[in-house]
């Protein structure tokens, strides 16, 4: 009975997957000779999509080889959910930066400084002085000084107090609210807390780690599960695994259609039964339904 419920599971995946795939590809097109800060959206839908190219993957039938020349069949449920994790926290940044807050320019910091802190990191790990290295070093040295000059431009950062600025601009701390910026100490918010703040439900959310907890850290549970799992306890795992796939992709569509009228424009185009198809998955891990 659960194998025709994966069945219907994927199947609804797959629409959902190629359905981003579309919403993200025609925002991208739309976006690629715009400068503004929003025009990177669509390259972190590149990245949420090459995710779920991978779980397309990973929740195909596998049959391995071992050394002993036995065949077996295999699923990497700690594989699955890693990658799911990954994608709800994709989904996350996405929504804490281009989600609109009440004061735009909130948006513009938390993005610059999100880029801020990556070009810090990989100016910090390219220690190979080779000289294409080296030029590109300079490169994004230049370029975070325009990024560090940018944001204290920015009227919504100038008017914070000094303390909160140093705490912002020293850590590149992107990951901030209206709410932390009053907490004492200043610190930045969890990738959970991320997650939670997108209005998924508090059940699905208490659900959704429990599984990702257990299997994409080596907790005792994850472990002796990997080899002691039964197949309809593997089949039941393989197929909440799907399902939380399914409603942050659902969740990343709703959200892209926000934000960007391409992605509105292609919701409004499709028929009955695929916007049922749709709304039905999304509805059922949101607090609330949300109209578009």
């Known amino acids: 009975m659960l194998e025709n419920e994966i069945k219907q599971a994927l199947t609804r995946y797959d629409f959902l997957v190629e359905l981003l795939y579309h919403i993200n590809h025609k925002t991208d097109d739309a976006l690629k000779n715009d400068n503004r800060w929003f025009a990177f959206a669509p390259k972190i839908g590149i990245k949420f999509l090459n995710q779920a190219f991978t779980l397309k993957i990973l929740f195909a039938e596998k049959q391995l080889e071992l050394p002993d020349k036995t065949i077996q069949s295999f699923e990497d449920l700690s594989a699955i959910y890693s990658t799911v994790r990954m994608q709800f926290e994709t989904y996350a940044l996405f929504y804490h930066l281009f989600l609109p807050c009440n004061n735009m320019e909130e948006n513009i910091l938390r993005f610059r400084l999100w880029e801020l802190d990556g070009l810090r990191n990989r100016i910090k790990l390219n220690t190979n002085k080779t000289p294409s290295l080296s030029a590109k070093t300079l490169e994004d040295q230049n370029y975070q000084q325009v990024v560090e000059q940018t944001i204290t431009n920015l009227p919504y950062f100038s008017n914070l107090d000094n303390k909160t600025r140093q705490f912002l601009l020293d850590k590149a701390a992107w990951r901030f609210t209206t709410a932390s910026l009053q907490e004492k100490p ?42 002691s799992s039964t197949t309809d306890e593997t089949t039941i795992g393989r197929y909440v695994a799907i399902m939380n796939a399914s409603f942050v992709t659902a969740f990343m569509i709703e959200d892209l259609a926000k934000r960007f009228v391409q992605g509105k424009e292609h919701l409004d185009s499709l028929t009955p039964f695929d916007m049922s198809v749709y709304t039905s998955v999304r509805d059922g891990g949101r607090k609330t339904t949300t109209k578009i």
């Open 186 to 227: 200043l610190r930045q918010v969890s990738y959970d807390q991320l997650i939670k703040q997108t209005g998924i439900s508090e059940q699905m959310f208490t659900d959704l780690y429990a599984y990702l907890s257990m299997h994409t850290h080596p907790s005792y549970v994850g472990v002796v599960q990997s080899f």
